[in-house]
């Protein structure tokens, strides 16, 4: 399985942007998709998840309410739009797809599959 990221950029505080992350090769029993980002001098962590059966998803507290991830389903693709965005969202954003039922959760150890990281920076 391929990820592809993009739609990363610059935005002002306040300001919204959207990822995508494209899945392509033996994509089937892929079981959930997700984002996790990484500040510098941070540790990686858990953004969002997508479970593809039922279409449920998580967020992690610091993004609830401002974030909403979604699949388009014909094209394979996840997608995250971020609202409301704050310099504290600067990060790599890297999306994450894995074919175990741990696939949505926060631990990055239960996705097998990573996608090049999009640089997302808000500026105050």
């Known amino acids: 399985v391929q990820l592809q990221a993009s739609g990363g950029g610059l935005v002002q505080a306040g300001g919204s942007l959207r990822l995508s992350c494209a899945a392509s090769?033996?994509?089937?029993?892929?079981?959930?998709m997700g984002w996790f980002r990484q500040a510098p001098g941070k540790e990686r962590e858990f953004v969002a998840a997508?479970?593809?059966?039922?279409?449920?998803?998580y967020y992690s507290d610091s993004v609830k309410g401002r974030f909403s991830i979604s699949r388009d389903n014909a094209k394979n693709t996840v997608h995250l739009q971020m609202f409301s965005l704050n310099p504290e969202d600067t990060a790599v954003y890297y999306c994450a797809a894995g074919r175990t039922i741990l696939s949505t959760t926060r631990d990055s150890g239960a996705y097998q599959f990573w996608g090049q990281g999009t640089q997302v920076t808000v500026s105050s």
């Open positions: 997508h479970r593809i059966s039922g279409g449920r998803t």
């Open positions: 090769g033996r994509t089937s029993g892929i079981y959930g």
